[in-house]
Nanobody, 123 residues
């Protein structure tokens, strides 16, 4: 059973930075594409970023492109989301997710999810 645990969320002022981590256990981490998603109150969960098994392929939502960077360390079974130049509209619960195979932007294509970590950006 694959388990994912996010950490690194918090309260930050607009323009600031945060680094989210997602530690995984169970399964074979390097078999999995990993994704970050977020959900703001009253809104649907939305795609943020995804990375393939090797880290060589990444995709980003247009809203975060150039500000967020997804990366992974297969030796540590961990995926990261570096978030810079944060905006109030980035406020949400951030979730990491795992799936075997290729990267996907659709949340429904992911098999395993973490519990989420809150990110709040104040103006």
């Amino acid at each position: 059973q694959v388990q994912l645990v996010e950490s690194g969320g918090g309260l930050v002022q607009a323009g600031g930075s945060l680094r989210l981590s997602c530690a995984t256990s169970g399964g074979t981490f390097s078999d999995n594409a990993m994704g970050w998603f977020r959900q703001a109150p009253g809104k649907e969960r939305e795609f943020v970023a995804t990375i393939n098994w090797s880290g060589g392929t990444t995709y980003y939502a247009d809203s975060v492109k150039g500000r967020f960077t997804i990366s992974r360390d297969n030796a540590k079974n961990t995926v990261y989301l570096q978030m810079n130049s944060l905006k109030p509209e980035d406020t949400a619960v951030y979730y990491c997710a795992a799936r075997r195979g290729a990267t996907m932007k659709a949340a429904g294509m992911y098999d395993h999810w973490g519990q989420g970590t809150q990110v709040t950006v104040s103006s």
